[in-house]
């Protein structure tokens, strides 16, 4: 039985850049600022840059293509249920978005799902009747190729990737004063800082002296 291109995108090349753009705003741009924020999450795991690269190219391709997958299956059955998978598929991740740019706003778990879902559901509508609303995640389809850009060569990440580990040396220390070395294993020193960067010396008080007297 032959595939069948999903009806309204009309075909799987157009209904895949569409999927990667509402795919790119739910996994890895999240998840690139997160770790991108966090760059000992790959150091302290010895990660090298071709880990870091697969890692974040996987997380781009990967998702949309397996929801491709998914509606290569239903177009076994036919257009209309190629279609409907689509559309399914559009408001799962429509929903998801929108969860996560609402997640900070106090109200109960069920009524943020259920107005995620709303959404997902209203944009899935949108997406069938108005063609502005297709051409919209078309223009959109380069933005997971701009999130791994930023997230490898914007990013404190970036060091990793760009750069190659320094060659360890041999220092001589004339001095006898003696040195005590304090490791936090698996502490992420993002967790004591302020947005300048800097350790917060209101919240950790006896981490900033440690800092200033050290």
Known sequence: MRLRAPDPPRSFLSAGLHLGALCGFAFPQPL????????????????????????????????????????????????????????????????????????????????????????????????????????LLSVLAPAPLLFLALFLFASPVSDLVTRSAPAPRLAEVGSRTPVVLVVFDEFPTVSLMDDRQRIDSGSYPNFAALARDS
């Open 32 to 135: 690139f600022d997160l770790l991108g924020r966090n760059a000992p999450f790959f150091a302290v795991r010895g990660s090298t840059r071709w880990d870091v690269v697969v890692f974040a190219v996987g997380l781009v391709v990967v998702p949309p293509l397996f929801l491709l997958a998914v509606e290569a299956l239903a177009g076994l059955a036919g257009r209309r249920a190629a279609t409907a998978a689509h559309l399914v598929l559009l408001a799962a991740l429509t929903g998801l978005v929108c969860l996560q740019a609402i997640r900070g706003i106090e109200a109960e778990d069920a009524v943020l799902v259920a107005a995620a879902g709303l959404t997902g559901i209203a944009a899935a509508a949108a997406y069938a009747r108005a063609r502005a609303a297709r051409v």
